[in-house]
């Protein structure tokens, strides 16, 4: 079972910038896509921004412009920049991976435990 280990949330005023990683390890496994999800209070789990094993990228409309995701895959591991924060970003920041485990052909999902983000006005 894969492993992942967030950070970098916390508290920033509304305009500032913040960058989230996330690391992924726990055995032998080839990563497909990884990406972040947000869910903030009373609020569906949505989809932030997401990137293939080849590069691609996509993102939600409200962060189009303000976010940039990235990966190493030498290290497992998806970064995702944020600037201009605005307090509607305010949420629970979850890492998401999509995964095969060596020997297998089932592609698992998981998601982290999550970091929180609190933007201030």
């Known amino acids: 079972q894969v492993q992942l280990v967030e950070s970098g949330g916390g508290l920033v005023q509304a305009g500032g910038s913040l960058r989230l990683s996330c690391v992924a390890s726990?055995?032998?496994?080839?990563?497909?896509?990884m990406g972040w999800y947000r869910q903030a209070p009373g609020k569906q789990r949505e989809l932030v921004a997401g990137?293939?094993?080849?590069?691609?990228?996509n993102y939600a409309d409200s962060v189009k412009g303000r976010f940039t995701i990235s990966r190493d895959n030498a290290k497992n591991t998806v970064y995702l920049q944020m600037n201009s924060l605005k307090p509607e970003d305010t949420a629970v920041y979850s890492c998401?991976?999509?995964?095969?485990?060596?020997?297998?052909?089932?592609?698992?999902?998981?998601w982290g435990q999550g970091t929180q983000v609190t933007v201030s006005s």
């Open positions: 726990g055995g032998s496994f080839s990563i497909n896509a």
């Open positions: 990137i293939s094993s080849g590069g691609s990228r």
């Open positions: 998401h991976v999509q995964y095969v485990e060596y020997g297998s052909t089932w592609w698992k999902n998981y």
